[in-house]
T-cell receptor
């Protein structure tokens, strides 16, 4: 089965530093998402991205977050000035279409630890 | 806002016992999806239900979608240690595309 690839698998950073999380979507997919999961909690929607722009974002996705797909392959999530509460597993997910019955393919995630 | 709720949060069973998790949405859903997340892993799609009252089976797993399309359940018959993980239901968001996940039910199976 096709896979969504995320790098790095783990990222440790100091509070206030910038981090960039990377995702390589499944090749023919057009819809990209970032989700976050704080340890032991549910998977929370952050942002959706289509046609090189944000389609929707949650309240969590404030001004310190940004997404882009600069080279047509990597889909990135940037956290400009990390806070302790940003520590979580960040999942990239992709889908082929925007149909509401389209299943999501998740990457293996990046575990972000902010110290 | 739209909410998807799941109970119980945790379920500990003896191997061979049955397990059920329940999912309720604050709004009517066009469909509901179920995902499984193994410990340390990522959510993996299990199934999607679309029709009112729909029942689907995958081996020992039985999925139901309520008549009003606001609730769903997952039942596992005769659990095995390989069933360990967290089971999430998810429904489409108001604007389509994104999924809203329930809190998940973490299943542990004692051999």
């Amino acid at each position: 089965e096709p896979e969504v690839t995320q790098t790095p698998s783990h990222q440790v950073t100091q509070m206030g530093q910038e981090v960039i999380l990377r995702c390589v979507p499944i090749s023919n997919h057009l819809y990209f998402y970032w989700y976050r999961q704080i340890l032991g909690q549910k998977v929370e929607f952050l942002v959706s991205f289509y046609n090189n722009e944000i389609s929707e974002k949650s309240e969590i996705f404030d001004d310190q977050f940004s997404v882009e797909r600069p080279d047509g392959s990597n889909f990135t999530l940037k956290i400009r000035s990390t806070k302790l509460e940003d520590s979580a597993m960040y999942f990239c997910a992709t889908a082929g279409t925007l149909a509401t019955n389209e299943k999501l393919f998740f990457g293996s995630g990046t575990q972000l630890s902010v110290l | 806002g739209q909410q998807v709720m799941q109970i119980p949060q945790y379920q500990h069973v003896q191997e061979g016992e049955d397990f059920t998790t329940y999912c309720n949405s604050s709004t009517t859903l066009s469909n509901i999806q179920w995902y499984k997340q193994r410990p340390g892993g990522h959510p993996v799609f299990l199934i999607q239900l679309v029709k009112s009252g729909e029942v689907k089976k995958q081996k020992r797993l039985t999925f139901q979608f309520g008549e009003a399309k606001k609730n769903s359940s997952l039942h596992i018959t005769a659990t095995q240690t390989t069933d360990v993980g967290t089971y999430f239901c998810a429904g489409p968001g108001n604007q389509g595309g994104k999924l809203i996940f329930g809190q998940g039910t973490e299943l542990s199976v004692k051999p």
